[in-house]
């Protein structure tokens, strides 16, 4: 599957007045994030499991 076939969205963690954006689309064995502004350059791929974590942390406040 390519990346232009998956459904990216911006991220609700996202500066909600434009610029500092990333976009994210789940697969059902990874996690993509890009920059919104510089899609061509790649994304970061996570598991479901350190991106649950990841967000866990946020949530608590602890990142």
Same mark, same amino acid.
């Given at each position: 599957? =390519? *990346?232009?076939?998956? =459904?990216?969205?911006?991220?609700?963690?996202?500066?909600? =007045?434009? @610029?500092?954006? !990333? /976009? !994210?689309? $789940? +697969?059902?064995?990874? !996690?993509? !994030? #890009?920059? +919104?502004?510089? #899609? /061509? =350059? @790649?994304?970061?791929?996570? *598991?479901?499991?350190?991106?649950?974590?990841?967000?866990? $942390?946020?949530? +608590? @406040?602890?990142?």
């Amino acid at each position: 599957m =390519s *990346t232009h076939d998956l =459904s990216w969205h911006k991220s609700s963690y996202s500066n909600p =007045s434009g @610029g500092h954006c !990333v /976009e !994210v689309a $789940e +697969t059902p064995r990874a !996690v993509l !994030v #890009r920059d +919104t502004q510089h #899609r /061509e =350059s @790649g994304h970061l791929d996570f *598991t479901v499991s350190a991106w649950s974590a990841f967000l866990a $942390e946020i949530k +608590t @406040g602890r990142l």
